[in-house]
């Protein structure tokens, strides 16, 4: 497999920020009680993700080892900073549903992370590969989390993305007429259940693809012996 194609299968499936890694639960658990907010959430965290990657790789060979954890958190808070004033700028109404989430996202360790262990031992191309990846692999993690909490919890889908978004997201709207929604899901413990369930249901698909796996190595093996 090539680098390039191990990078884009790491960011949305293997290493997958939220249901492999397991990291950047605040913003995960707090900002998906819909699935525009899990959107809005995990575009702002791909910006970021995108913009420190290629700065770390760039500035790689000149930052000093023992104090490349200052400038990395100095880096990333200069380009949430200027996220967090541009959402603020282009898209107020998602910025004050977010909130305090977005200037959090520099204490992320998902971003903190790929700038340890890729960024900084890659070339701009590939960090800005990878943290595109990753950044869509986070989106549509809370995307999907937020969407069933939306959806279980009160019968609709992108409610209210046109106004939180812009206009052109009117069509992701969806309303199942006469739910009424189980409140529970769109609470901070049904995150946790909607959650648990996610990550549970791709161990599963994980394990029949290995137990699948083994089953065509085992028939290939005796076809040959025989």
Known sequence: MSEVRRVVRD??????V???????????LATTGSAT?????GLATTVVLVSSGVLVSLFRNVIAREVRIAIYVLLMSTVVTLVDMAMNAWLHELHKVLGLF????????????????????????????DGLMMGIGFTLALMVLGGVREAIGQGTL??????????????????LEGYRGVLLMI?????????GFLV?????????????????????????GA
């Open 18 to 28: 939220v249901f492999a890694q397991m990291l950047g639960m605040c913003p995960t």
């Open 158 to 175: 992108f409610a209210d993305a046109s106004m939180l978004l812009g206009e052109h997201f009117a069509f992701l709207e969806l309303r």
């Open 102 to 129: 977005i200037p959090l996202i520099v204490v992320n360790c998902a971003i903190m992370g790929r700038a340890e262990a890729f960024a900084s031992k890659r070339a701009p191309g590939m960090a800005a590969l």
């Open 37 to 41: 907010n899990g959107l809005g959430m």
């Open 200 to 224: 549970a249901a791709r161990q599963r698909m994980l394990a029949r693809a290995r137990a699948r796996s083994l089953g065509a190595g085992t028939g290939t093996g005796i076809t040959a």
């Open 187 to 195: 609470l901070p413990p049904g995150g946790f259940l909607a959650l």
């Open 11 to 16: 960011g949305l499936w293997d290493s997958n």
